[in-house]
């Protein structure tokens, strides 16, 4: 479907955005770096919290902290009745490495963008809300909120990711994590280790067979985990083993078919040794994400106004899960990525990443990020067949 081309004064209105935004530039600037500067993990996000909500707060919205009973969510709104759109910002950071993932980059683009779309819901009506969704990397906050209903009357959320290609959709692959244990005998390794039962062995026959699926797998499935306890000495059978995995898989249908099939890899283990397996998959599970291609091609076009020729997908099919794939499962969305860097340079989760999150690349990418998304925004309020075309598109998929 074509892109519709809106009234002639909401291109004043386009205008006037990306003015507000550049002349908020050393404010959002310092914004994310400071939240750069000062990271926090999941659900312990309080001072980015602080910091956004802050912001939002001295630009006339109300405020919701707390939301969904996690202290560092929130809910920002502005204006009323519909259509209501959601801008999300993530905040927290990755153990060790800060903000690799760029999550100070995305806060700031949703909430400059928000403050940027009040002159069009002023003058159209509608109503732009930020959702504060923490603990994106670890624990999936938006999923939580999406059970406890936060996203259910959103008629069309957006969210922009630092990356190194610019794409306005995003291939994420559905996801559940694994926590394993095996529990075998000690013994002497040296002097008596028949009396023994190795529960590093069932481990490691249980990588070795996961290594052998790997084979038969879908090409875009995904097996990866690592070992968290492999025993306490070298001269004692190990008792005890621990690790913890994820599976990823296209669609929930192959996701549930290939959880079994890696079960029975550690059933393996298992067998092959003597040693009890004991597994527990994560209550957090990651849903695909669905895009929403009606909403993807009014954004590439509003980014095409900003001078980057956005393409559709990203052209090295790059995915990996996130839990706004929840979000897009219940209401429209689209997840585009921005560039901040090239493949070359730095990848997603990386140090040379989190340099780039805060470099001016890395700036310039979070404010065309603001910009179109409050362009459109402008398109949602304006043009009242865009959010029904947006909503059918959505509902005939689910179907």
């Not at 779309?117 to 624990?139: C, F, H, K, W």
């Not at 493949?343 to 780039?356: E, G, I, L, M, N």
Request: proline share 5%.
């Amino acid at each position: 479907m074509a892109f519709k081309v809106t009234p002639l004064n909401t291109e004043k209105i386009k205008s006037a955005i990306i003015a507000d935004i550049d002349s908020r530039r050393s404010q959002l600037v310092k914004l994310s770096r400071k939240i750069h500067a000062n990271p926090e993990l999941g659900f312990k996000e309080f001072k980015s919290a602080d910091l956004l909500t802050g912001f939002l707060a001295e630009s006339g919205f109300s405020i919701e902290l707390g939301i969904c009973d996690l202290p560092t969510a929130f809910r920002a709104s502005y204006g009323k009745g519909a259509p209501l759109i959601a801008l999300f910002a993530e905040y927290d950071a990755l153990p060790e490495m800060g903000h690799a993932c760029g999550h100070n980059l995305i806060g700031v683009s949703a909430v400059g963008a928000a403050v940027a779309s009040r002159e069009a819901i002023d003058r159209y009506g509608g109503r732009v809300v930020v959702m504060g969704t923490p603990a994106e990397e670890l624990y999936g906050g938006k999923v939580t909120m999406a059970e406890r209903g936060a996203f259910d009357k959103i008629d069309a959320a957006m969210i922009v990711h630092p990356g190194t290609h610019d794409a306005a959709i995003t291939e994420a692959l559905a996801c559940h994590g694994l926590a394993v244990e095996f529990f075998g005998k000690a013994a002497h390794a040296a002097s008596n280790p028949w009396a023994g039962i190795n529960a590093l062995d069932a481990m490691i026959i249980s990588f070795n067979a996961i290594n052998s699926l790997r084979q038969h797998m879908h090409s875009r499935a995904r097996v990866h985990g690592i070992i968290t306890d492999g025993g306490q000495a070298a001269n004692v059978v190990p008792a005890h083993t621990a690790g913890s995995f994820l599976v990823r898989a296209v669609d929930e249908t192959y996701l549930k078919i290939l959880k079994e099939k890696v079960l029975d890899c550690f059933r393996a283990g298992a067998k092959a040794t003597g040693a009890r397996l004991e597994y527990r998959w994560d209550p957090v599970y990651y849903a695909p994400m669905f895009n929403n291609l009606t909403l993807a091609r009014v954004f590439i076009h509003n980014m095409k106004v900003l001078g980057r020729n956005m393409k559709l997908s990203d052209p090295d099919k790059s995915f990996g899960s996130t839990d706004f794939g929840n979000v897009s499962q219940i209401t429209p969305g689209i997840h585009p990525s921005v560039a901040i860097a090239s493949p070359a340079d730095a990848v997603v989760h990386s140090p040379q990443f989190a340099q780039a999150a805060v470099s001016e690349a890395g700036m310039n990418g979070m404010l065309d990020a603001a910009k179109a998304m409050a362009m459109t925004v402008v398109d949602l309020v304006v043009d009242p067949d865009l959010p029904k075309r947006v909503r059918d598109e959505f509902l005939k998929g689910m179907r």
